[in-house]
């Protein structure tokens, strides 16, 4: 810094520079903190635009009622079923139908099976999500056992039921729907043998961001 | 005037002087030695992936290894490479282009640049850890849950690049501040030369997405480690939403990778062409254009996520939209050179070079922006192509043209011209045989990221190979050339080129230690 103009004449000129150089370094520094922020902002906003949406593989829930909904007999919609254990989690999970042929707004149950293979009691939880995307928002579950947590004994098996109907609304170019669901360990006590990390996964069915799609499969 | 500076050139020497530097051209010379370090750094990574591919199967490295190099090669070359060495140039040029006297804030230009090897020591010291599961190898873009699940090598990349972020930001806040505030009397912002003008958007794009990378890879270490489930679907989050925050991220950097790419371009060719630039607003007006685009297409680098229509379409058709400003730019380089009184130094063959090749990277570029086309594309080596053609034949071509260009200006020395010359045509041979027919390879649908391909794909994988190590082993030169005119030579006269414009040009070679301590007069 020492030769730094020593004698640069306008003396006033250099204090004035120096005061809009902090003024300014201020204002850029506060923009880059509030981009970090927008940064983490981004997470909600994106599950409201989801929300707002129906995008990304949001099922829907119905209750009893709506189902008054009339039945389109003159269209068949193909339901596939596939389901998996989160890495880990040893259980024996699978649907007992491949696929079902159903009638839009026609209340279908379709089983499940599960086994516990451990020799302990394990508490876990089924994350459900529909393929494609844009289907999801008019597949209504009405009773699913995704809808809570399933305690199994060591060795025990069970078959569970969901109830769903398949909305009317559904666009037309749609043959095929996808339920897949994915078990995860809820207990943290156990989330070092079973995975999971021992947290609840969010079954909110309205608001939970479980999603559709190819990525999906890599976890 | 040069004489009145001459003895304000003191300054500390030996390693204090570079420690404790506040001087522009000192700091500007140290990011551009960091950049060429880490450039046969991630070089030699390079050559690891090509070597492994130049026949199917199985060789050299584990897959594990192969992964590890691929992350590598693209953090360093984006993070260690491309960004140190516009951000050396601007150092080195702004304040003299602009006719102040240094960077307006030159002891956190100081900090912004003694950050960044401690940077590449912690990213690079994972391929040390090996028994820990290695370098980062979820690929550059981290993407979950691939990258939630890796070794502790994750955590090392996380925390430098932070690291490297705080850098940039710090780097981009002092160069808008030195643009908007340090100019010369009469240096009105539409005088300013290109150069400048592409680095202070790319600045303003630093400042905006550079936080939000920082913010994306805080969540991704807090989901490692603080349980928390940004991107994990068991708890409710969304492995796609760090594809969003990410590319927010990514689409304007590749922009920060390219804008003063166009710039560097922009200051070479209307020097050899012996002509002004041609279109120099609309030339400004491009850049600030694509900045702004820059934001609104992010979604394209993932398509096949399973987007709405309606997205797919706002997505590709606000892509397409970018051709029309880098258009602008391509047509005002041609229109530059057109009827000019041409000549061939090395520089203009990069800058030349740079114009052809960038514009085959942005053809293929758009492409890749067709939707439904892009499905077939996505994640093959047409997308390997594609973006080596745009950042090497892009990035590092104006980055070798712009440091032969004021090379001479920067020692004091010309430097050898006939082996600047074969330096370019190995590169450029090099760098085509190495790409080109990855272009094929894409299309035939061999995908990315793994070190194992069908048989019918290996014809191509040897030329590529070859190629890569021609395009490797000819940067050697380079060091001996830049070295070389560093000791001495032929004494560079001020003006250089004969055709060359601008305020550094009035400065003797070498440029004294403090120039233009009192502001030049503008015409």
């Not at chain 1, 370094?25 to 635009?49: E, Q």
């Not at chain 2, 140190?84 to 040029?93: D, E, I, R, S, Y």
Request: aromatic share 14%.
């Amino acid at each position: 810094m020492a030769g730094r103009a020593p004698r640069q004449p306008a003396r006033g000129r250099n204090a004035r520079v120096a005061e809009r150089n902090r003024r300014l370094t201020a204002k850029l520094a506060a923009a880059a903190l509030l981009m970090f922020g927008f940064g983490f902002a981004l997470v909600p906003l994106y599950d409201v635009f989801c929300e707002i949406t129906g995008l990304n593989g949001k099922t829907g829930r119905a209750e009893a009622e709506t189902l008054a909904a009339r039945v389109d007999a003159s269209r068949w919609v193909t339901v596939e079923f596939t389901g998996s254990t989160a890495q880990g989690l040893p259980w024996e999970f699978r649907p007992m139908q491949k696929k079902l042929r159903v009638h839009p707004g026609q209340t279908t149950v379709a089983n499940y099976y599960v086994r516990n293979t451990a020799a302990e009691p394990i508490v876990g939880r089924a994350v459900p999500s529909v393929t494609p995307g844009a289907a999801a928002a008019h597949f209504k579950k009405i009773e699913c056992f995704c809808f809570s947590e399933q305690t199994l004994r060591p060795g025990e098996a069970r078959e569970m039921p969901v109830r769903f109907v398949v909305d009317p609304e559904l666009a037309a170019g749609v043959a095929t729907v996808t339920l897949s669901y994915t078990f995860f360990n809820t207990d943290p006590a156990q989330a070092k043998r079973y995975g999971g990390d021992g947290q609840a996964p969010v079954v909110d069915h309205d608001q939970h961001r479980a999603h559709a799609g190819p990525a999906a499969a890599g976890g | 005037m040069a004489q009145a500076q001459a003895h304000h050139d003191e300054h500390p020497t030996g390693i204090s002087r570079w420690l404790f530097t506040t001087n522009h051209k000192d700091i500007g010379t140290l990011y551009l030695i960091l950049s060429l370090i880490m450039f046969f750094v991630g070089g030699a990574m390079a050559l690891v992936i090509r070597a492994e591919l130049w026949q199917p199967g199985l060789q050299i490295v584990d897959p594990h290894f192969f992964n590890q190099m691929t992350t590598m090669h693209a953090l360093i070359m984006v993070f260690g490479v491309v960004m140190p060495a516009f951000v050396g140039f601007a150092n080195w040029q702004i304040p003299m282009m602009l006719g102040a006297p240094d960077m307006a804030l030159p002891r956190m230009n100081n900090w912004s640049f003694w950050i960044l090897p401690f940077a590449f020591t912690l990213l690079g010291s994972t391929l040390f850890l090996q028994g820990q599961g290695g370098a980062p190898s979820a690929g550059w873009t981290l993407y979950p849950p691939l990258a939630t699940q890796g070794g502790m090598g994750t955590d090392f990349a996380i925390l430098s690049i932070h690291m490297l972020g705080i850098s940039s930001v710090l780097g981009a806040i002092n160069i808008v501040v030195t643009i908007l505030n340090m100019r010369a009397p009469g240096m009105t912002l539409m005088k300013m030369p290109l150069f400048v003008w592409t680095w202070l958007i790319t600045a303003y794009l630093l400042l905006a997405v550079m936080p939000v990378f920082a913010g994306a890879v805080t969540m991704l270490l807090a989901d490692r480690h603080f349980g928390t489930h940004f991107f994990d679907a068991a708890g409710g989050g969304d492995p796609v939403l760090w594809q969003h925050v990410f590319w927010f991220f990514g689409h304007p950097e590749v922009y920060i990778l390219i804008l003063p790419a166009f710039g560097l371009a922009s200051q070479i060719i209307p020097t050899f062409a012996r002509k002004p630039l041609f279109g120099y607003d609309s030339m400004v007006y491009a850049s600030a254009s694509i900045a702004f685009l820059s934001f609104i297409v992010w979604a394209h680098h993932m398509f096949t996520v399973g987007m709405p229509a309606a997205g797919e379409l706002f997505f590709m058709y606000a892509t397409m939209l970018i051709a029309v400003p880098t258009g602008v730019k391509v047509f005002n380089w041609v229109s530059t050179m057109w009827r000019g009184s041409m000549t061939f130094e090395t520089p203009m063959l990069f800058a030349v070079a740079f114009v052809f090749l960038f514009t085959i990277g942005g053809l293929s570029g758009l492409m890749l922006a067709i939707a439904p086309a892009d499905f077939q594309y996505h994640d093959t080596y047409f997308v390997v192509a594609h973006f080596h053609y745009v950042l090497v034949s892009g990035a590092i071509f104006a980055i070798l043209g712009g440091t032969y260009y004021w090379l001479p200006k920067w020692t004091g020395h010309m430097y050898n011209e006939t082996l600047g010359k074969w330096h370019f045509w190995l590169t450029a041979i090099g760098f085509n045989l190495a790409f080109f027919p990855q272009h094929f390879l894409g299309l035939a649908g061999m995908p990315r990221r793994i070190p194992d391909y069908a048989l019918q794909f290996t014809e191509f994988n040897q030329w590529s190979t070859v190629g890569a190590f021609i395009l490797g082993f000819a940067q050697l030169l380079f060091v001996y050339v830049v070295w070389q005119a560093a000791k001495g030579g032929q004494k560079a006269t001020s003006q250089v080129w004969e055709g060359a414009d601008g305020l550094e040009w009035t400065l003797p070679s070498p440029p004294p230690y403090h120039s233009f301590a009192t502001p030049p007069k503008i015409k």
